[in-house]
């Protein structure tokens, strides 16, 4: 069993905050290596752009990584990110679904169109997603409470 699968089992298994977010900073530092210096060179220079708010920059330099490792997840998950801060939700749910191509797994990715969909209102796409960020991690901190009110909601307006 790799590394990351060993976390995600963990992960699974994790109850308390701190145990969850030392498995998630695991997991984060494992997805934020490529591998290979040139797509590192991409990704931090992405990153850097990002957090200084240049969104078309960081756009543009996770596209080149994507356009050199089409199958490393987090170079969409990145981008992703990024459209959404721009304000571009259509890019930015292609990207998530194409991040949840290559790691079904990752839950940043389902936790920023976990977000989207709250803001839409969109209530029953919001729970499918929540249940399959619950498969990751059930004692996720905030999940189940959002998970019985969703259902709450449901189950009233069937009545």
């Known amino acids: 069993m790799s590394t990351l699968d060993e976390l995600f089992v963990r992960l699974r298994e994790a109850t308390t905050p701190v145990e969850i977010e030392t498995l998630q900073g695991g997991i984060w ?3 934020l290596t490529t591998g290979e ?12 752009a990002l957090s200084a708010g240049n ?11 994507i356009d050199l490792q089409p199958t490393y997840a987090e170079g969409w998950n990145k981008r992703a990110t990024a ?4 304000g571009e939700y259509r890019a930015s749910l292609a990207d998530i679904r194409e991040t949840l191509r290559r790691e079904p797994r990752h839950f940043g990715a389902l936790s920023g169109w976990a977000n989207m969909l709250r803001a839409l209102n969109d209530d029953r796409g919001l729970l499918r997603v929540l249940v399959r960020l619950e498969q990751l991690c ?8 959002q998970l019985r009110e969703l259902r709450d909601r449901f189950s009233e307006s069937e009545e």
């Open 55 to 65: 969104y078309t920059q960081a756009i543009t330099d996770f596209t080149s990584l």
């Open 29 to 31: 530092q494992l997805w």
């Open 83 to 86: 459209y959404f801060l721009r």
């Open 138 to 145: 059930p004692y996720w901190p905030g999940l189940q409470s």
């Open 37 to 48: 210096h040139s797509l590192d060179k991409h990704l931090e220079a992405g990153m850097r």
